[in-house]
C-alpha cells in the first residue's frame, strides 16, 4: 500500500520543479512573465484609458482588436506588396484600432452616454457578440485559425545566460513598453493629455474650461482602440488567429487592470507585468495533477479576488469621493 | 453686455428658470441674491451653456448665444467660476492655472497672466508643485478663481465664492473680486448668499425666488428694501 502511495506521488504528473532547485528555470520564467506582462499591460492600459474617463469596461476590447486584426490579415494577404511587411502591418493594427475605437465611441457609446451602467455594460457585450459574428461570418470560411506574420521570428531564440527568450517575445516587450512610453509622454508633457487628465477627473470643470469634453472620450477611444490593435496584432502571430483568440488576453488583462486599479494608469502597468510574471511561475512550479496549465487562466482570477479581498481599489487605485 | 430676456430653464421635470430677464452692463459687478433653491446657479449653468433654456433669449454683446456649447461660450471670454470650486483635485496648482488658459495660444501672455494670478494669490505660486486637493478652503476658492482669470474672461460669473470659508478668507476674496473688475476691466455676474457684502461691490443686484426675479435695483436701494433686510441681510 506504502509503495503504492509513493510511487503514485513519484508519478510526473505530481511532480513539480522547485525554484531553489533550479535557479536560472526561475530566472527564465520571471524574464519570459515580464515579456508577457507587457501584452497584459498593454490591454490592460487600454480598458483603464476607457474606464478612468467614462466609468465603463469595455467588454468589447478584445473582440475589437480581434477585428483589427483579422483586417490586417486581410490586407496581408491581399497582394500588394507593401503589405506583406509585418511592421506595416504592426503600425496599421494600431492605425485601424484609432479609427475602430473613434467610431465605436461616436456611434454606438454617445448615443447611450449617460444611461445606467448597466445600460452601457449591454452596449458593450452586445458590441462584443457583433463584432465576434461579423468576423466570424467574414473570415472564419474555411481553415481556422490562420497564421498571422510576425517582423520577427515566433521559433527562434535569444540566448541571454541564464536564461533563452524567443524573439518574438522581445518584440512583444518592446513595443508595448514604447505604446506605453509613448502614452506616458502625451499624458504628461502635452496640453491635450493635460485636457483628457482633466476631463477624466472632473468633466463639469473641463467643460468651463472650454474643452470640448465629446472630443476628449473620443480621443480615449481612439488610443484605447489602438492599443488593443496592437496588442492583437502582436499575439496573433503566437495564438495564431481565430475569431476567440483575444479572450484569454482580455481575461488576463481585466486581471491586470483590477489588480493594479482600475483607475490608474501605472496601476494597469504594474498589474500587467504581475500577473505575467504569476502565470508563468505558477505553471512552472505547481505539479500538473493539481493545476495543468489549463488551470493557469482561472488561477490568476483566483489571485486577483484574493488581493481585491484585501485591498478593493486595487494595488495604485484611488478611491474616489464623488460628490453629486 | 450681457442680456437674459424671459429664461425658463428644468432639469427633467423639475422647473428651475420661470422666465428670468436680466442685464449686465460691461465694466459693472452685477449681484443675483437668494436662498437655496431659488435659481440662481441655474442661471449661471443656462450662461456657460451646461443647461439648454427653453424659451427665452440669452444674448452677449448682442449676439444669441444659447444654441452654443459650454467650449464656444468660453471662447466668446465668459467664463465661469462654479459653485464648489469644482478643482482638478488629483492635479497640481500649475496644472489647474495652465487648464483655465486651455483654449489659449499666446504662449507670452498666458505666462504674464500667470504672474499676475501669482500676484493676486502669492500663496498659490508658494503651493504650485502642490496637488489642489491638498490646498485649505480658501486657498481652493483662491485657485478657482485664479483658474478663471487665466482665461483672460472679459465677463467672470462667480457662483458662492464664499461657501464654507472663514470671514476673514471671505473678506480677501472680496477685496480681490473688487480688485479684478476695478484694475482689469472685467465684468463681473457673482452669485452669492452673503448678500451684505455682495451688495458691498455691486452696483446693482438681482432677488431671484423659486425661479423669478422678483427684485431688481441698484445695490443701495436693494440694502434700504424692507424685504431684503428681512430674508437676506438679518436686520
Known sequence: MEALLSGLLSAPVFLAPKPWEDWSL?????????????????????????????????FAQSEMAMFGTFAMWSIWLSGVAFFSNPWVLLVLAGLFGLGLGAVVERVVIRPVEGKPVLTIVVVTLGLFLVLNSVATWIWAQGELPKSFPSPLS???????????????????????????????LLFNYTKVGLAMRATAQN?????????????????????????????????????????????????????????????????AVVGGFIIGVAENLLGTYTPHAILGPEMSLPLALMLLVAILLVRPTGLLGERTVRKV | MLRLEGVTAAYGPIVALRGVSLEVEAGSVVTILGANGAGKTSTLRVISGLLRPQ?????????????LSPDQIVRLGIVQVPEGRQLFVNLTVRENLELGAYLRRDRAGIRQDLERVFSYFPILAERQRQAAGSLSGGEQQMLAIGRGLMARPRLLLLDEPSLGLAPLVTREIFRIIRAINEQEGITVLLVEQNARLALDIARKGYVLETGRVVLADLSENLRRNEEVRRSYLGY
Open chain 1, 154 to 184: 515566433v521559433l527562434d531564440s535569444w540566448d541571454i545566460g541564464f536564461a533563452s527568450i524567443p524573439e518574438h517575445r522581445v518584440l512583444i516587450f518592446a513595443v508595448g513598453a514604447g505604446a506605453m512610453v509613448l502614452l506616458g
Open chain 1, 26 to 58: 526561475f530566472g527564465e520564467q520571471v524574464v519570459l512573465g515580464l515579456l508577457t506582462g507587457a501584452l497584459y499591460a498593454l490591454v490592460a492600459l487600454a480598458i483603464v484609458l476607457i474606464y478612468r474617463s467614462t466609468d465603463i469596461i469595455n
Open chain 1, 203 to 267: 468633466p463639469l470643470a473641463a467643460q468651463l474650461m472650454g474643452i470640448n469634453v465629446g472630443n476628449m472620450l473620443t480621443l480615449g477611444w481612439a488610443l484605447s482602440g489602438a492599443l488593443g490593435g496592437i496588442a492583437g496584432a502582436l499575439i496573433a502571430p503566437v495564438v495564431t488567429l481565430h475569431p476567440a483568440f483575444m479572450l484569454p488576453v482580455l481575461l488576463y488583462s481585466f486581471a491586470a487592470a483590477v489588480l493594479g486599479g482600475l483607475n490608474s494608469v501605472p496601476g
Open chain 2, 55 to 67: 424659451s427665452g433669449s440669452v444674448e452677449f454683446e448682442g449676439m444669441a448665444i444659447d444654441r
